[in-house]
């Protein structure tokens, strides 16, 4: 068994060693899902066609057996024993990520971005995940209707159909909206915050804007369950030649900007690097601040594209009053400067402690 300290951890090991697979292993624990792939079954041995992965976790002084079992088509997550889903799960044990993947908030499109967005949104309210499941669903029979229904055969029958889905999009999506707003307002507090997270980001700490769809009035706001119905409404004709939903949460955006300058066209991939271990301590201090808890944070390359004296200030700002696990290539060379965490080395998929 592997135990963690309760503050800095430290990996070290070359490339290719398993640092990745051994945070993966936590994450998936936490989350049941990768934060490298969406392929299950690119995370199972070579030959094998499921795996398990468990661990126990202690939250407010009690400890807690979490077990995940995932085989082709089934995931199965056990809390002390008895089945449990991730709403259950979350409140128990709860985990960030960075790795490079993460990046493609910035390079990537705007479900990256949503993605981005969704995960600290539940993460700091579990109870939230029944209205995306809803929306999900929602929204995926709606477009199966709109699927199969041509211009030329949207009866009135199949309008009020439309219609009753919209009201039960506008239900959920304007709830999921709201949460988005304000998480975001209050990631960019502790942005804003002097001496904060943002003293790694180069140029200046980062600027967030929520982008709802349909737009609000008001910038700073969220359209609301009747505007969004009415937005839906208005859209209806359009949506029945295209074929998919045209407003709502699925068309929602975050745009991260420093000094006007949107940084996914213009930051360098140290900034956007700086930037993105910046967020994931942001939230952190937002699910502390609203769960009373701080999740666990995994860094994979803590140094890569970050020269040593912004490292340096990434590693003062991971050694916190918080669990972390940080993977590094060159984690030998840091260890030194840390001697208040606890180290530990991968060689060949085996970890053992640094020495």
């Given at each position: 068994m592997l135990t963690w300290g309760s503050g800095l951890n430290i990996i070290s090991g070359a490339n290719g060693q398993g640092k990745t697979n051994l945070l993966e292993a936590v994450f998936y624990l936490a989350m049941s899902r990768s934060f490298r792939?969406?392929?299950?079954?690119?995370?199972?041995?070579?030959?094998?066609?499921?795996?398990?992965?468990?661990?126990?976790v202690e939250t407010g002084g009690v400890r807690h057996l979490l077990e995940v079992e995932a085989a082709p088509g089934r995931t199965q997550r056990r809390l002390d024993g008895k089945a449990a889903d991730l709403s259950q799960t979350l409140p128990v044990f709860s985990c960030l990520a960075f790795a490079s993947s993460r990046l493609e908030i910035f390079r990537g499109g705007p479900d990256e971005r949503r993605r981005f967005l969704d995960r600290g949104v539940v993460g700091v309210d579990p109870g939230l995940i029944q209205d995306y499941r809803d929306y999900s669903r929602a929204l995926r029979q709606k477009s199966g209707l709109l699927r199969r229904t041509g211009e030329s055969h949207a009866s009135r029958t199949l309008r009020q159909q439309?219609?009753?889905f919209n009201e039960?999009?506008?239900g959920a999506g304007s709830r999921i909206q709201a949460a988005r707003r304000d998480y975001v307002a209050r990631l960019q507090e502790v942005l804003a915050v002097a001496g904060g997270p943002a003293v790694l980001v180069p140029g200046g700490p980062p600027a967030l804007r929520y982008r709802p769809s349909p737009p609000a009035a008001d910038q700073d706001a969220v359209p609301g369950r009747d505007a969004l119905l009415q937005a839906l409404e208005e859209r209806m004709e359009?949506?029945?030649?295209?074929?998919?939903?045209?407003a709502g949460p699925q068309r929602?955006?975050?745009?991260?900007?420093?000094?006007?300058?949107?940084?996914?066209?213009?930051g360098s991939s140290g900034q956007q690097r700086a930037t993105l271990i910046a967020l994931k301590i942001a939230k952190m201090q937002?699910?502390?601040?609203?769960?009373?808890?701080?999740?666990?944070?995994?860094?994979?390359?803590?140094?890569?594209?970050?020269?040593?004296?912004?490292?340096?200030?990434?590693?003062?700002?991971?050694?916190?009053?918080?669990q972390a696990v940080v993977a590094s290539a060159q984690g030998a060379r840091w260890a030194g400067e840390r001697p208040a965490a606890r180290h530990f080395e991968v060689h060949n998929g085996i970890i053992g402690a640094f020495n």
């Open positions: 792939t969406a392929r299950r079954d690119a995370l199972a041995r070579r030959g094998g066609r499921g795996f398990g992965v468990a661990g126990e439309i219609t009753a039960r999009l506008a359009d949506e029945i030649r295209r074929g998919h939903t045209l929602d955006d975050l745009v991260l900007s420093q000094g006007g300058a949107d940084l996914a066209r213009f937002v699910h502390r601040a609203t769960r009373g808890a701080y999740p666990v944070l995994l860094v994979d390359d803590v140094d890569s594209e970050l020269d040593a004296e912004r490292t340096r200030k990434a590693l003062d700002l991971l050694d916190g009053p918080f």
